[in-house]
């Protein structure tokens, strides 16, 4: 991203933060037509991404060139066309009135821009998936075998990935609640930030944890966690608290590529914590008619599960290397916590509007205001004018990628559709598992992880629920597996994805503060983050954990993923209450993964396995401690 000076530095901010405003008042007392806001949602935040983002490295760094100019330009011409004739637009019957010159030069001139302002501020990874996909319609009829497609004319392509706002495209409905939903929670995200929450969230994990074994990798941990409700970006989030955690853990004795696998495993993990959980979350809540409430509550103990299991990696591997807690000069008094306390007030506003079933724009809303109000209380909190706007700023800078990235995903979506990939791509995955829901659940697992290496978070989400959605749910029948259940475990893994080797984005950019190598600390990363493998298959199979059926059953689920993740990690680490030699290791590391995923046995039977090895282990280790300080001389 550039660094400009002198008046344009001010123009952008402005244009930003005015973009973001607008966006906050639609939220609050309601949106133009469809047609309308998604126009008007691309058409502020395009253009800024050529000015911000250069085209190459050896592009001007502080000013955007000529030629970037004119790609803005170039980039804010069909989506002002748009929204001049959004009547026309609106009223038009897809596929059926006649697709004119005009809408053909502005429909390749919206494709155009949008490929380009995903290669230069998101990911080339994801240009070229789309570019791909474009390239399947125009020629995937001349593919032999299952992948082949009918024909397209030029027309229909650029019809299909740009103005069908029913279905998919650039227009499409992902593009909808982005504008929408996603935009104002983005919104309330940059106003928490501005407002001092995530000094109030940084010092509550320190006076939480910072005095136990491992001090400075528990607070990550906690830290990262709470600021995840409000970043919406893994890399973000490693960046803004991983400046403070990983030197801390590195000073304390953790290797710094441990260092950096703990913070972007903490990171990656605040898109799977309720009650904000992302923007992909969102995107799931539009795609499967699901109140968000609804998947808020459902993924609530699989997002705890997920950090007790960091957490737990963390003390057996301090305790293993003898490591100290903070020192008391770092850890903040009580009294600093509740100094800020005020401002989780808001948050709570949120949950509750949220609970209530208010539509997510308005509950968000709701609770910016309230944040803005709330920070007034305290001298130290209040939000100056200035802060206000620069809020509406980091807001409108963090939209603007983000809009084109689901803009891009919409055509890749359109373009399997059309062509009937989604249908050929689903039945090979169904094939190669031959009937059987666990070889599906691996492969579609295997699937959202590569998509992940190029992609984000919510594009990787929705293109692979798309094809391996349907597929889940065909041979989940006889499980009982619904809707919520294949979009959280395909959503699991879209996340955990930003962690894992060989490309993994959280990971490397806390590799770059660690000054670790990016790929073992990725691999430190997915082994911190072993959680998000088994809560997406428990999804499935353990739907107690979704907090359905009895209090046995939530219970149940519940203690055997304790359980699976406790022995999984102390595996991991060597250690359980005393430091185990290679076969204890080995004999935890086979029950916590038969109690994870041996989902042939009876639960009563993982509960066992899981419960009695962790017991007994700990009994031995217990037992020989004792006669250790027995034997001890007085």
């Not at 170039?74 to 959004?86: D, E």
């Not at 609106?90 to 010159?101: G, I, K, L, S, W």
């Amino acid at each position: 991203m550039r660094v400009l000076n002198g008046p344009l530095r001010w123009v952008c901010w402005t244009w930003a933060a005015a973009a973001a405003a607008v966006h906050l008042y639609f939220g609050g007392f309601g949106f133009p037509e469809p047609i309308q806001m998604r126009g008007f949602h691309l058409l502020v935040f395009t253009p800024l991404l050529f000015l911000l983002y250069p085209a190459t490295s050896r592009s001007p760094k502080h000013r955007p060139s000529v030629l970037d100019w004119l790609w803005a330009a170039g980039s804010a011409a069909p989506h002002a066309w748009v929204m001049w004739n959004w009547m026309a637009v609106a009223d038009r019957m897809e596929y059926v009135d006649p697709f004119t010159t005009e809408m053909m030069v502005m429909g390749i001139i919206a494709i155009v821009t949008l490929l380009e302002a995903i290669r230069r501020a998101v990911e080339p990874g994801l240009a070229w998936m789309v570019a791909f996909s474009l390239a399947y319609m125009q020629w995937g009829y001349l593919i032999p075998g299952v992948f082949n497609a009918r024909p397209f004319s030029l027309a229909e392509i650029v019809e299909a990935s740009w103005l069908v706002p029913t279905a998919g495209g650039v227009y499409g409905p992902l593009t909808g609640i982005v504008a929408t939903t996603i935009a104002v929670f983005i919104l309330f995200g940059a106003f928490m930030q501005g407002s001092g929450t995530g000094r109030l969230f940084s010092n509550l994990g320190a006076a939480v944890a910072g005095r136990y074994t491992g001090g400075p990798a528990k607070v990550a941990v906690i830290t990262s966690g709470l600021f995840g409700t409000m970043s919406g970006s893994s890399v973000s989030n490693v960046i803004t608290t991983g400046a403070m955690t990983i030197p801390l853990m590195v000073r304390v004795g953790y290797r710094p590529s441990v260092a950096g696998g703990i913070e972007s495993a903490a990171s990656v993990g605040g898109a799977l914590m309720p009650p904000v959980m992302g923007a992909a979350a969102f995107v799931m809540a539009e795609i499967t008619n699901i109140p968000y409430g609804d998947i808020v509550v459902a993924a609530a103990i699989g997002a705890v599960l997920y950090y007790f299991a960091i957490l737990a990696a963390v003390h057996f591997e301090a305790k293993k290397l003898g490591l100290s807690a903070m020192p008391l000069k770092d850890i903040p008094a009580w009294r600093e916590v509740l100094a800020d306390a005020h401002l989780a007030l808001p948050i709570a506003v949120l949950v509750w509007l949220m609970m209530e079933r208010w539509s997510g724009n308005f509950a968000a809303f709701c609770a910016t205001v309230a944040m803005v109000a709330i920070s007034m209380l305290r001298m130290r909190t209040r939000m100056s004018v200035f802060g206000i706007l620069d809020s509406l700023a980091q807001a409108g800078l963090t939209m603007a990628p983000l809009a084109v990235s689901i803009a891009g995903a919409g055509i890749v979506v359109s373009a399997l559709t059309a062509t009937g990939m989604v249908v050929a791509f689903g039945g090979i995955i169904k094939e190669v598992a031959g009937g059987h829901l666990g070889l599906l659940l691996v492969l579609l697992a295997l699937t959202v992880l590569v998509l992940g290496l190029g992609i984000p978070t919510t594009p990787s989400y929705i293109i692979a629920a798309a094809i391996g959605v349907p597929q889940v749910l065909e041979l989940g029948r006889d499980l009982g597996v619904d809707m919520l259940q294949a979009h959280l475990f395909t959503f699991y893994f879209a996340v955990i994805a930003d962690a894992t080797p060989p490309v993994a984005a959280a990971a490397f950019a806390a590799a770059a503060i660690a000054k670790a190598s990016p790929t073992i600390t990725s691999v430190h990363a997915t082994r911190f983050g072993i959680a998000g493998f088994t809560v997406g298959f428990a999804f499935i199979y353990d739907p107690g954990i979704m907090l359905r059926g009895g209090l046995w059953e939530i219970l149940l689920a519940t203690t055997i993923q304790v359980a699976a993740l406790t022995l999984i990690t102390a595996s991991y680490a060597g250690y359980l209450l005393a430091p185990t030699g290679r076969v204890l290791r080995i004999a935890m590391a086979v029950a916590g993964l038969a109690a994870a995923f041996a989902h042939m046995l009876n639960d009563g039977v993982r509960l066992a396995i899981g419960l009695g090895l962790l017991g007994g282990v700990a009994l031995l280790q217990w037992l020989a401690g004792r006669r250790t300080a027995d034997a001890a001389p007085g």
